[in-house]
C-alpha cells in the first residue's frame, strides 16, 4: 500500500527498475482508450503505454507522424481514467520534442499535467541525450526509445532492423548508453538484433522493454491492437496474436444486423412497458 492509494500499489520507476533487478519480467502493452486499458490493468499489465501508434491503430493514418500532441494528451488522459495500478506513459509525437529542450519541456509537461501521465516516452537515441537530461532534472520520468524509430520512417526509407552491420551496432551501443546516462529509467529496444540487444540488455543499469528485440530484455511491449488480431492488415515478424478479434467482432456485428433485419431484436425481454 502507498499514500496514494488505499488498495493498489501504483506502478512509478521505482517498482519497473526493482521488476528488473528481482529478474521479474516487465510486461508492457499499448492502449489509446480507458476501456482497453482498464483490461490490460485488470490482468496485471506493469506498464501501458500510449503510444503514437494510435496514428495507425485508432486513428486511420498511415504512419505515426500526423500524430499531433493534442491527440496524446487527449487519449493518454482516457487512458488515466481507466488505470489504476499500471504506470500510464504517453508517447511524444513527431517534432514535439525535438526542435529543443525547452519546447519538449512544455510539451511533456502538457502530457503530464492535463493528462495525468506517469512518463512520457521519446524516440531517439545520442542526439536527444540533452533533451532527456533536461526532461529528467526537471521531474519528469523518461522512457527512452532505440532501434527502428517510426517516426523516421520517411529519412530512413522503411522499418530496417538495426544491429546488423558494424556501423548500426556501434551507434546503438552509444544511443543505448547515452540513453541511460541522460538519465531515462528504462528504455525500449525496437527491432533490434537478438544478440546485440542481449548485450545490450546485459550492459545496462536501466531495464530494457523489447519489441522485436528477442527474448533476452528485462521486459517486453507490444501493439495491443497486433496481439489481440484487431489488426489485420499484416502480422509484425515480432508479434504473435493471442485472440483473433476482428473475426469476433464481424460475427458479432453480422448476427446483430441479421437480427435486427429478420426483426429477432428486440424482443420483449430488452423492452419496456
Ligand atoms: O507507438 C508505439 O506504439 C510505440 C511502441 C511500438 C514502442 O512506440
Do not use: W
Not at 160 to 179: C, E
Amino acid at each position: 500500500m502507498t499514500a496514494q492509494s488505499s488498495e493498489v500499489e501504483r506502478v512509478g520507476v521505482r517498482q519497473i527498475r526493482k521488476m528488473a533487478a528481482d529478474g521479474r519480467r516487465i510486461v508492457a502493452v499499448t492502449a489509446y482508450d480507458a476501456l482497453m486499458a482498464r483490461l490490460a490493468d485488470q490482468v496485471g499489465v506493469d506498464l501501458i503505454l500510449v503510444g503514437d501508434s494510435l496514428g495507425m491503430t485508432v486513428l486511420g493514418y498511415e504512419t505515426t507522424i500526423p500524430v499531433t500532441l493534442d491527440d496524446i494528451v487527449h487519449h493518454t488522459a482516457a487512458v488515466r481514467r481507466g488505470v489504476r495500478r499500471a504506470m500510464v506513459v504517453g508517447d511524444m509525437p513527431f517534432l514535439t520534442v525535438q526542435i529543443s529542450p525547452e519546447e519538449a519541456l512544455r510539451n511533456c509537461g502538457r502530457v503530464m499535467q492535463e493528462a495525468g501521465a506517469d512518463a512520457i516516452k521519446l524516440e531517439g537515441g545520442e542526439r536527444m541525450a540533452p533533451t532527456i537530461r533536461r526532461l529528467v532534472d526537471c521531474g519528469i520520468p523518461v522512457l527512452g526509445h532505440i532501434g527502428i524509430l517510426p517516426q523516421a520512417i520517411k529519412a530512413e526509407g522503411g522499418y530496417r532492423v538495426q544491429g546488423r552491420t558494424p556501423a548500426s551496432i556501434a551507434q546503438m551501443r552509444r544511443d543505448a548508453l547515452a540513453v541511460q546516462e541522460a538519465g531515462a529509467f528504462a528504455i525500449v529496444l525496437e527491432g533490434i538484433a537478438m544478440d546485440l540487444s542481449r548485450e545490450i540488455s546485459g550492459s545496462l543499469e536501466i531495464p530494457t522493454l523489447g519489441i522485436g528485440a528477442g527474448p533476452h530484455c528485462d521486459g517486453q511491449m507490444q501493439v495491443m491492437p497486433d496481439i489481440l488480431g484487431l489488426f489485420e492488415d499484416f502480422v509484425p515478424r515480432h508479434t504473435k496474436r493471442y485472440a483473433t478479434l476482428a473475426e469476433q467482432i464481424r460475427q458479432a456485428l453480422t448476427a446483430y444486423r441479421d437480427e435486427v433485419q429478420s426483426g429477432a431484436f428486440p424482443t420483449e425481454e430488452q423492452s419496456f412497458q
